[in-house]
């Protein structure tokens, strides 16, 4: 016998996230009341401009209180696809114009998943080559450290987002490989 769902108890609605409680039944036949979250995917962008990665400047992350160095990411939008999001993305969070994005493409195929116990969000990586000539806003932009396995792994063990530290190990893992 598998789990299943024998009900929904309660759903709590907001722009950014849904939460619902859930009663179901495992292998074992005991019930059990679970929480999950339903929220938009994540994407993460990788923007490498001319040999080096460009970090934009911490950000205040309400969840802890406090601004954290991270990649340009955000929300997946309904009906987009990370490649379509990564644009708009680098606009707000490095003053990048779409017409600076020389190209674009998937670190992950295939969304990872978040948090399986709470969550039904997937993560998305997009590594973009930027125009050698474009200016990332100075006041969006922290700084640039070198597009190397040396530098992509110092940048990723400064990082304490989750997120982004997956996006930069997967890329340390592809480094070499054309």
Same mark, same amino acid.
Request: aromatic share 6%; with cysteine.
């Given at each position: 016998?598998?789990?299943?769902?024998?009900?929904?108890?309660?759903?709590?609605?907001?722009? /950014?996230?849904?939460?619902?409680? #859930?009663?179901?039944?495992? =292998?074992?036949?005991?019930?059990?009341? !679970? /929480?999950?979250?339903?929220?938009?995917?994540?994407?993460?962008?990788?923007?490498?401009?001319?040999?080096? %990665? %460009?970090? *934009?400047?911490?950000?205040?992350? @309400?969840?802890? +209180?406090?601004?954290?160095?991270?990649?340009?990411?955000?929300?997946? @939008?309904?009906?987009?696809?990370?490649?379509?999001?990564? @644009?708009?993305? %680098?606009?707000?969070?490095?003053?990048? @114009?779409? #017409?600076?994005?020389?190209?674009?493409? *998937?670190?992950? =195929?295939?969304? /990872?998943?978040?948090?399986?116990?709470? #969550?039904?969000?997937? %993560?998305? +990586?997009?590594?973009?080559?930027?125009?050698?000539?474009?200016?990332?806003?100075?006041?969006?932009? #922290?700084?640039?450290?070198? !597009?190397?396995?040396?530098?992509?792994?110092?940048?990723?063990?400064?990082?304490?987002?989750?997120?982004?530290?997956?996006?930069?190990?997967?890329?340390?893992?592809?480094?070499?490989?054309?």
């Amino acid at each position: 016998m598998s789990w299943e769902r024998l009900e929904q108890i309660v759903s709590v609605d907001s722009p /950014w996230v849904r939460l619902v409680a #859930e009663r179901w039944r495992d =292998e074992a036949g005991r019930l059990l009341d !679970y /929480w999950r979250a339903e929220r938009a995917h994540s994407v993460i962008v990788a923007a490498v401009q001319g040999g080096r %990665l %460009l970090v *934009p400047r911490p950000m205040f992350r @309400p969840g802890v +209180g406090r601004p954290t160095l991270d990649l340009a990411g955000g929300r997946l @939008p309904a009906g987009q696809t990370p490649l379509e999001a990564a @644009p708009a993305i %680098l606009r707000r969070e490095l003053g990048i @114009p779409a #017409e600076a994005v020389r190209a674009l493409r *998937p670190v992950n =195929e295939v969304g /990872w998943i978040v948090n399986s116990s709470f #969550e039904s969000q997937l %993560l998305f +990586g997009v590594l973009a080559e930027i125009d050698e000539a474009a200016t990332p806003a100075p006041e969006l932009l #922290e700084r640039a450290v070198p !597009y190397d396995m040396v530098g992509v792994a110092a940048l990723a063990r400064e990082l304490e987002c989750l997120q982004c530290r997956a996006v930069l190990q997967e890329l340390l893992l592809t480094m070499g490989e054309g």
